[in-house]
């Protein structure tokens, strides 16, 4: 029996498949891989199509412990972020988010969101040198929010309106959002 010379992308495939096989590969390879998805920017609902949320009716707490009453974000322009330190397309986009954090966490409300043990995201925010503040739902956010997959995030203007309502991996520091986000700020004056 004569066998065939193997070519150069028979063995490249292999390789692919056998480092997305072992664990210790396949999560840096996925979020490499949302990293590129994430180089884009959410699109922005059209002002006559955006949802009015349903409900205020949702609680969270911090770390300390401290609660945080959703409806006290009423009037007021809210970035919420769905995510966990498990999932690759989140930690793709976190980056994106801090920035944009940096820049805006006294102007508008960041929100984000985890169902993750707060032991595991603090391990996670020091590793990464994240700064924002990250809360676990105490109530359901089945009343507010319908999410069925993360990372899912919102941007919501001062009445309520979904302004932005994306999910998976986004480019959060991108002009186009930082547009959105100065415009709203704008229209609270």
Request: glycine share 2%; hydrophobic share 40%.
């Amino acid at each position: 029996m004569k066998f065939k010379k193997p070519k150069f992308k028979d063995i490249l495939f292999l390789v692919v498949v056998a480092l997305l096989i072992i664990p210790q590969t396949r999560r840096p390879i996925q979020i490499f891989l949302n990293k590129g998805l994430a180089l884009f920017s959410p699109s922005v609902s059209n002002e006559n199509n955006r949802e009015i949320l349903p409900s205020y009716n949702w609680q969270l707490k911090d770390a300390n412990g401290a609660i945080l009453n959703f409806e006290s974000t009423k009037g007021k322009v809210v970035l919420i972020n769905f995510w966990a330190t498990w999932c690759p397309p989140c930690i793709a986009e976190m980056s994106s988010l801090q920035d944009l954090y940096n820049d805006y966490n006294d102007k508008i409300e960041f929100l984000f969101v985890t169902d993750d043990s707060f032991k595991v995201v603090n391990r996670f925010l020091e590793k990464n040198d994240y700064t924002f503040k990250v809360y676990q739902p105490i109530s359901s956010t089945n009343e507010v929010f319908q999410v069925k997959s993360i990372p899912r995030t919102f941007l919501i203007d001062q009445s309520g309106k979904v302004v932005i309502d994306k999910t998976g991996a986004a480019n959060w520091n991108s002009e186009t959002v930082r547009n959105t986000i100065n415009l709203l700020i704008q229209q609270n004056k």
